[in-house]
């Protein structure tokens, strides 16, 4: 038994004619009369009862009907939400994020998606430290990672979307915190708080850097995953720490003077990154939304 027995028996069962089937399915009656002879041999039964202009369903055809109608409808469903599935349309999107790249970008990009793609699940997963982001997206745990840029991988396609710098944060009271500039290297000696080493934070990397670059290595004598812990420590006089510019924002909680690091601070970006051999066709999608406007409020 194939399709095109079922599909035939439904046609004539339709439309009560072999004529009007066969001219309904492209086809020459006789090969659709053969159709519906080779499938009452198979099933051991008579489904029509032929008459000179009608034919008409016995009641083994009919208990058949019922069947194949249900049958039809499912591989027709099936049909569809596969293709929705090549299309992008359906099926899943595993996306990752860091706290501070992703506190624009994600709700941004979640109320977009889903206005294009309700059907599409979002398998959202976070927050996690850059490092992370980036071997899940290695190994195909994740789609999409909104993060710190860039990743340094030539598998891994990146776009900007934000750009900032780092400044140099004292607490109030400290003997340098009334000075108009404060170039890093004057810190040398001094206790700095920051992000986590050795566990994939972007930040403490930055830190780092750009500490070896003024000429030394920072002494951290606290480490928090927290923006809002640090800023905090720093304000208590825990230490120094050169933080992302946009944490001057929490300069409400007082305690704390911001210096810039000059022309040659280091610069931050948060974005989106893929691996380019992701052939996930939602990931297609994602990646031809303009993710720099707000979407309209509201469904589509």
């Known amino acids: 038994m194939e399709l095109r027995h079922l599909k035939g028996f439904l046609a004539v069962a339709q439309e009560q004619s072999f004529t009007r089937a066969a001219k309904k399915l492209h086809m020459a009656q006789p090969p659709l009369s053969q159709r519906i002879r080779e499938l009452e041999d198979e099933l051991g039964v008579k489904l029509f009862e032929r008459c000179t202009r009608r034919v008409h369903l016995t009641q083994a055809g009919e208990t058949f009907l019922e069947g194949v109608q249900s049958l039809l409808l499912q591989l027709e469903q099936a049909v569809e939400a596969c293709r929705k599935v090549e299309r992008g349309e359906r099926g899943m999107l ?24 309700p059907d599409v699940q979002l398998d959202i997963q976070g927050p996690h430290p850059t490092g992370w982001l980036r071997s899940a997206l290695q190994d195909g745990r994740l789609d999409v990672a909104l993060c710190f840029l860039p990743l340094h991988d ?9 750009c900032s710098e780092f400044v140099l944060a004292l607490p109030a009271g400290h003997p340098l915190a009334g000075q108009a500039q404060v170039p890093l290297s004057a810190l040398a000696g001094e206790r700095f708080v920051g992000y986590p080493s050795n566990q994939g934070f972007h930040l403490r990397d930055c830190m780092d850097d750009a500490c070896r670059a003024a000429g030394f290595t920072p002494h951290v004598v606290h480490e928090s995953e927290t923006s809002q812990v640090l800023i905090c420590h720093i304000a208590a006089g825990t230490g120094v720490s050169v933080i992302p510019a946009e944490l001057q924002q929490l300069e409400h909680l007082g305690g704390v003077v911001f210096k810039s690091l000059g022309e040659n601070a280091p610069r931050l970006e948060h974005g989106m990154a893929w691996l380019g051999s992701n052939r996930n066709p939602a990931l297609h999608n994602l990646l031809g939304l303009d993710l720099t406007k707000n979407p309209p409020t509201g469904t589509q």
């Open 154 to 162: 030539a598998q891994i396609e990146t776009r900007s979307f934000v």
């Open 94 to 117: 595993r996306v990752g994020y860091t706290g501070r790249a992703s506190q624009q970008l994600l709700p941004r990009l979640v109320l977009s998606f889903r206005q294009r793609y």
